[in-house]
């Protein structure tokens, strides 16, 4: 089946490719509405267990509504709903009784405006290790230095772990956001422009982060930034008006896409 | 080995749960506590409101009849610079029976307050030939008689007059009373004391402004944290047993132990900075790694305040703690019993009303669905909170104060003037809470919801505390507002002439339910004729104002606590 969005012809199921290794998430014929507004129209696509997924298109094309859903943010959004499913191996996580708080600490979340606690920075990835184990002080403070290193951010808060978390500048709240979710070791990441506010040093740091995060973690990342889903993605997803255009390796998207419309969008030729 | 983990997982995610829904049955309790409340305060507004009359019979006061009263007032010429009484005993002839029945009766005028005996008389003559009497006190003979006593003074100071024959009042007397360190009961503060809020204010002033110097001498205290622990306990209670359980020796223990705890907790940090490789000199650069000491330095100043608004109390201000209201010495009445009858009624409010109006309206804006009945019960509240104070009072007398029907019968008592004055307090503290909730950005939930909160767990972490500088100002608001209302209780009966320290818990355990708060005791001394007791009203309000700043700057300590951590 295919449908015709803005003069161009796109499928409307991606959902059947072929991937390497296992399947991790599933998200099958997923609609959504804000209110009436239709923001999501049957979006397909399969993410790869220990892989980089990256999703891209324009603004406004429902690229973080497809995130959040994932991890069912939405639910936090009164005038939200969907229809669809979303499974996680055996589990489905768009089940009615799902178990949320299990969802979101499995599947954790790098929003797309860092949004550290008022806390301290030390509490900020203390907190959420505290939330799910009874760690001691020692391994609290392990936990809490590896994850700001893995973050690329402890040389520059190592002194100062005990300020406010919303002291520092956006750049590194970004980051200490980042150390936040992976101190709870989640098995699936999604961030949401991590790199928006950052420089490109950091930016590196980062990058290198979530290729080194695919060891043990699935990743699921959006952006803008077409050189940043080329260097660190393995599947790459092009999403136009509310729906998944193309869906496919990416080395395939950015030499061959198989549509028009993503060829001209990763080109820069588009609007 | 991995069937453990399976069942690790479950138990503490059955825990969980169960902390979830006590925190949400909880908060959905207290809700409803509150929301009943203002159900029932509606229905008063809404249906006319019928107060059944008192059944029972009325007890006799005593078993005398007092047929005649002799009641003594003297001015205070007797007392030297000193503060000694010379004056001689004043003698009384009494005489009745048609003469036939003479007694004498010798009163000791001596320096101590509130000393009074009272004596009664009946046919075997009257029940006791001497008493002492304290220098300020109102002093009755009570007579079961019932003819005509004759009273006589036959030796004695004669008490002051003027021309018209009423008793004059001079005011000398504030001034010799005024003891900052010695008064007659021994000493005010006693050294311990002092010693334990200079300690405090050292503690701080350290530890808000940590320098190189500063911070040396505690170098020696590495290590000895039980020490210090055990210290700081020791000289509390030595406190406590030297100055007894009084309100500055209560304060002053507590600061002792804040005083420990704040040293231990600067020690620790710094030996932290020296494991970190750093010397005492970058202190500054790495104030805040010294310790977490945000919530003790509040609990430090919040202290301090406190005490300071009880040294006028405790240095013995006639004005503040004299209870003996005398319509003929203005200048030496007080507004003890009128000051603390505030205080009560103000700590029952608040203890009343701000959690219960809290926890609805976290339930409101929290967890309740919004439906029809939520949209209604925000429309009530929100029209509550512009209800006059004085249907609030005609609520209280009806729920608080009569027996029978819906009412408690708590009587006329401060425990009543408080619930009336907390039900009051309540709608406006909901609507600011709700107004403080509604404020807290989406993304600090989202980021909490993100890390594998349950919703409690967001409430209680997140949310509240972001939210607490707005609920501390609605329910500080409040307050003010109710500590200067008086029609309300002028409705519950709060007294004009209240004798007594108040008893808060008069109302459900028996006693004396008699009780005034200082804008009632204004009002009544402004309807005074004598224009003596219209700068006792005036020094009544300034004295209420300073009440209202001293609880507003705490406020404002407690507020700026909680924004500092969220917004620097
Ligand atoms: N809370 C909301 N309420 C109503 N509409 C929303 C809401 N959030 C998003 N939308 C709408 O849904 C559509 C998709 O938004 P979304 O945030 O997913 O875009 P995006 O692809 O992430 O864009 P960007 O790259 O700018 O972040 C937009 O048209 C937006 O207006
Ligand atoms: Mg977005």
């Given amino acids: 089946m295919s449908e015709e969005i803005g003069g161009e012809i796109v499928p409307d199921s991606t959902r059947d490719l072929d991937i390497d290794g296992e399947v991790d998430l599933m998200i099958e014929d997923l609609d959504l509405w804000y209110a009436n507004k239709q923001a999501l129209y049957g979006v397909s696509l399969p993410i790869a267990k220990n892989s980089v997924t990256a999703l891209i298109g324009p603004s406004g094309c429902g690229k973080s509504t497809l995130l959040r859903t994932i991890n069912r943010m939405n639910d936090l959004i009164p005038i939200c709903h969907y229809e669809g499913k979303i499974s996680k191996g055996e589990v489905e996580i768009t089940a009615k009784d799902a178990d949320l708080v299990e969802i979101r600490r499995n599947i954790g979340m790098v929003f797309q405006r860092p949004n550290p606690f008022p806390k301290s920075i030390y509490d900020n990835v203390a907190y959420g290790v505290r939330l799910h184990h009874q760690p001691t002080r020692e391994e609290l403070d392990n936990i809490v230095e590896k994850s700001l290193s893995r973050a690329a951010i402890w040389s520059e808060v190592a002194d100062r772990l005990h300020d406010l978390g919303t002291s520092l500048s956006g750049g590194q709240q970004q980051r200490l956001c980042i150390a936040r979710t992976i101190a709870i070791e989640p098995d699936v990441i999604l961030m949401d422009e991590p790199c928006s506010a950052l420089d490109p040093i950091a930016t590196a740091a980062i990058e290198e982060l979530i290729l080194e995060l695919k060891k043990d973690f699935t990743v699921v990342i959006v952006t803008h930034s077409m050189s940043q889903a080329a260097r660190v993605s393995d599947y790459t997803g092009f999403m136009y008006l509310g729906r998944m255009v193309e869906f496919n390796k990416t080395e395939k998207i950015f030499s061959d896409p198989d549509q028009e419309l993503t060829k001209r969008y990763i080109t820069g030729r588009f609007g | ?568």
């Fill in chain 2, 1 to 568: 080995m991995k069937k453990d983990v399976d069942l690790l997982k479950k138990k503490s995610r059955s825990q969980r749960d169960i902390v979830e829904k006590a925190g949400s049955a909880g908060l959905a309790l207290s809700g409803l506590v509150g929301l009943f409340f203002l159900v029932i305060l509606v229905w008063q507004i809404a249906i006319p409101t019928v107060i059944a009359g008192e059944t029972g019979t009325i007890e006799p006061a005593s078993e005398f009849i007092p047929e005649s009263d002799y009641v003594l007032h003297w001015d205070y010429p007797n007392i030297d610079d000193q503060g000694n009484v010379k004056a001689d005993p004043i003698i009384l002839e009494l005489s009745w029976d048609d003469g036939q029945t003479v007694e004498e009766l010798e009163i000791k005028v001596v320096s101590q307050r509130g000393l009074t005996e009272d004596v009664y008389i009946d046919e075997n003559g009257i029940s006791t030939s001497e008493v002492e009497v304290g220098r300020k006190t109102k002093f009755y003979l009570k007579s079961s008689l019932t003819e005509q006593i004759e009273v006589k003074q036959i030796s004695g100071p004669v008490p002051a007059a003027d021309e018209t024959g009423a008793p004059t009042v001079s005011s000398f007397v504030v001034s010799i009373d005024v003891d900052v360190l010695v008064s007659e009961d021994g000493i005010v503060f006693q050294p311990i004391e002092l010693a334990g809020y200079a300690v405090l204010l050292v503690t701080m002033i350290i530890v808000t402004k940590p320098s190189e110097k500063s911070l040396a001498p505690l170098q020696k205290l590495y290590g000895k944290d039980k020490h210090v622990r055990i210290g700081s306990i020791v000289l509390a209670i030595i406190t406590l047993a030297l100055g007894g359980i009084t309100v500055s020796s209560t304060l002053a223990a507590i600061g002792w132990l804040l005083a420990g705890i704040m040293v231990n907790r600067t020690t620790e940090g710094m030996q932290r900075l020296e494991q970190q490789g750093r010397t005492l000199k970058e202190v500054d650069r790495l104030k805040h790694s010294i310790s977490n000491r945000d919530g003790l330095l509040m609990w430090a100043r919040m202290l301090l305040f406190a005490s300071t608004l009880f040294i006028p109390l405790a240095i013995d201000i006639p004005f503040l703690t004299e209870r003996y209201q005398d319509i003929f010495q203005p200048y030496s009445s007080g507004i003890r019993s009128a000051f603390f009858g505030t205080i009560w009624v103000m700590t029952i409010a608040m203890v009343v009303s701000i959690p219960v109006s809290i926890g609805a309206a976290i339930y409101l804006e929290e967890y309740a669905a919004p439906s029809r009945t939520t949209k209604l019960i925000q429309a009530l509240v929100t029209n509550l909170a512009g209800v006059p104070s004085i249907v609030f009072g005609m609520f209280g007398l009806a729920i608080f104060v009569k027996q029978g029907g819906i009412g408690l019968g708590l009587g006329p008592s401060i425990l009543a003037a408080g619930l009336t004055m907390g039900v009051m307090a309540m709608p406006i503290i909901v609507l600011a809470s709700q107004e403080a909730l509604r404020s807290v950005p989406t993304s600090l939930r989202e980021s909490a919801y993100g890390v594998g909160c349950t919703q409690w767990q967001v409430t209680k972490d997140h949310v509240l505390p972001s939210a607490m500088p707005g609920i501390m100002t609605g329910s500080i608001l409040a307050m003010s507002r109710i500590m200067g209302e008086a029609a309300p209780l002028v409705v519950v009966g709060a007294a004009a002439l209240v004798l007594f320290d108040p008893e808060p818990l008069a109302g459900i355990f028996g006693g004396n339910v008699n009780f005034t708060v200082i804008p009632i005791q204004i009002y009544f001394w402004t309807s005074e004729p004598e224009h003596a007791w219209h700068s006792m009203a005036a020094a009544a309000s300034i004295s209420l104002i300073l009440l209202l700043v001293a609880m507003n700057s705490i406020a404002i300590i407690l507020r700026q606590h909680f924004r500092k951590r969220l917004n620097s």
